[in-house]
């Protein structure tokens, strides 16, 4: 199966800084992969996603990178802002399949 | 548009009662999931519906049972709780039918938390 890892379960960030959240995956055939916010007492919600074909993806102020030689993504976040603060999945797509990381916890500081 | 609604918000249960998780989606998505979240790791997947008539388990069905009413509405049942299944549960749906391989994005309920004594 799947095995999702994240590299740090917490990240503080100064407001203004840009955030950097890491996620490791096991499987070399996963095919689509996924990034998730989740604010304190709400669902999941989708942030930005990536094929395996492509390396980097740009959407409003965040950045996937992924990795495929080491099984790396992450996700940037520019000018990090409070309404930033929350925990942040990856999610690893195997034809069908989703497999989560146990999320990271982003804390903005004023 | 309300997306995916989950009820009940919260509930207690004690050991050896019974409950079903309502959820119901309004976008004519094809797939239905059901997930628990437990600290420190993520969620994981109970049991999931591709299509209307059709349910799988998921990676720890133990304990649960679902049903796809129709199209819109995927129930999770405890027959009978036990204290591990206090937990986070989410509903989620998706437009493409599980088992397509391909873009596979999940929109989520809010939620549903279950302390069972």
């Known amino acids: 199966g799947e095995s999702v890892g994240l590299h740090l379960p917490t990240l503080s960030v100064q407001e203004g800084d840009n955030s950097i959240i890491n996620c490791a995956y096991s499987n070399s055939a996963s095919d689509y992969f996924i990034w998730y916010k989740q604010e304190s007492g709400k669902g999941p919600q989708f942030i930005i996603d990536?094929?395996?074909?492509?390396d980097k993806r740009q959407g409003q102020r965040v950045t996937v990178l992924l990795n495929k030689t080491v099984k790396h993504l992450s996700l940037q976040i520019a000018a990090t802002q409070p309404g930033d603060s929350a925990v942040y999945f990856c999610?690893?797509?195997?034809?069908?399949?989703?497999?989560f990381g146990a999320g990271t916890t982003v804390t903005v500081r004023a | 548009n309300a997306g995916v609604t989950q009820t009940p918000k919260f509930q207690v249960l004690k050991t050896g009662q019974s409950m079903t998780l309502q959820c119901a989606q309004d976008?004519?998505?094809?797939?239905m999931y059901w997930y628990r979240q437990d600290p420190g790791m993520g969620l994981r997947l109970i049991y999931y519906?591709?299509?209307?008539?059709?349910?799988d388990k998921g990676e720890v069905p133990n304990g649960y049972n679902v049903s796809r009413l129709n199209k819109r509405e995927f129930s999770l049942r405890l027959e009978s709780a036990a204290p591990s299944q206090t937990s986070v549960y989410f509903c989620?749906?998706?437009?493409?039918?599980?088992?397509?391989?391909?873009?596979?994005?999940?929109?989520f309920g809010a939620g549903s938390r279950l302390t069972v004594l």
């Open positions: 999610a690893v797509v195997n034809d069908y399949k989703l497999s």
């Open positions: 976008m004519n998505h094809n797939s």
């Open positions: 989620a749906s998706s437009e493409v039918s599980a088992g397509v391989p391909g873009a596979n994005v999940l929109t």
């Open positions: 519906s591709a299509s209307e008539g059709t349910t």
């Open positions: 990536i094929r395996s074909n492509m």
